[in-house]
């Protein structure tokens, strides 16, 4: 089969494609034939070295794909001919086939196509991580979402408006200020606007909103500090380096900065967030955007687009 493979850390261009062995599942494994594999700004953050967990040199990228179970091992449920997302992978997912988990494979619902389900792992899981389970956002409540036209931002979005909360969600382009509304969001900020974040406080009658999804803390959170409303929290769920706060501003709203990496889920919660995606997924609730489909062959620049800013929607390798 032919697999992206990493043989030294560094830039996109350290990706190549590979003939590779097709691998076999052993007891309790999963061999997915790939339809479609999810790009993810932790796959370029991986590839590049810079990440904390390291793979064994050399390594297939990715976690989040779909496709159809061609084998099992011994021990497995899941059917053959099962149409079927990833959250995770032995041998990576940039790749014409790949190597899971049982427990990393979920049944897609049908009305969900495989490219869809390529933008569902990370995203979703992050999302709905970040909202339900390190927020504890509940129904009423007036969410920001920072970044709202990305990935994350999108499935943030969904989740919180299936909860029953008021969305704020930002992004830098008209375009994506109309996406972020079409995916339910009240209110469309932009935020290269140095007053975004007053303009968020006004909306809520100068209250504050309840809960900040971050997703670039070195920049925002000395700022989203100070939108919050009393028992407010901000959940970190990205950062590119450190920035000076002033802990008076938790002090006097009773605040709350909530850390997050995907990676640290316990299973008990993993378990828990597929199946609240599955059910969203298939009651149309949730509805991953694809924005790009691209051939394998060009991974190496997918890693690039992914890094920019304005990114809208998902990105999929097609194998």
Known sequence: MKAI????????????LEEVPDPKPAAGEVLVRVRAAGVNP??????SGAYARKPSLPYTPGTDAAGVVESVGAEVAVGVGVRIYTSGSITGVYAEKALCREGDVHQLPARVSL??????????ATAYRALLQRAHATAGETILVHGGSGGV???AIQVARAAGMQVFATAGTPEGRELVLQQGAHTALDHNTPNHLDEAVKLTGGRGVDVVLEMLANVNLAKDLKALALGGRVVVIGSRGPIEIDPRDTMVRDAAILGML????PERDLKSIHSGLYAGLENGTLKPVVSQEVPLTEAARTHKDIMQPGTHGKIVLIP
Do not use: K
């Open 5 to 16: 493979r990493v043989h030294e850390f560094g830039p996109p261009e350290v990706m190549h």
């Open 115 to 124: 490219s869809q389900g390529a933008a569902i792992g990370v995203p979703y």
């Open 153 to 155: 931002g999108i499935a």
């Open 42 to 47: 932790v796959d370029a953050y991986v590839r």
């Open 262 to 265: 995907l990676f640290n889920t």
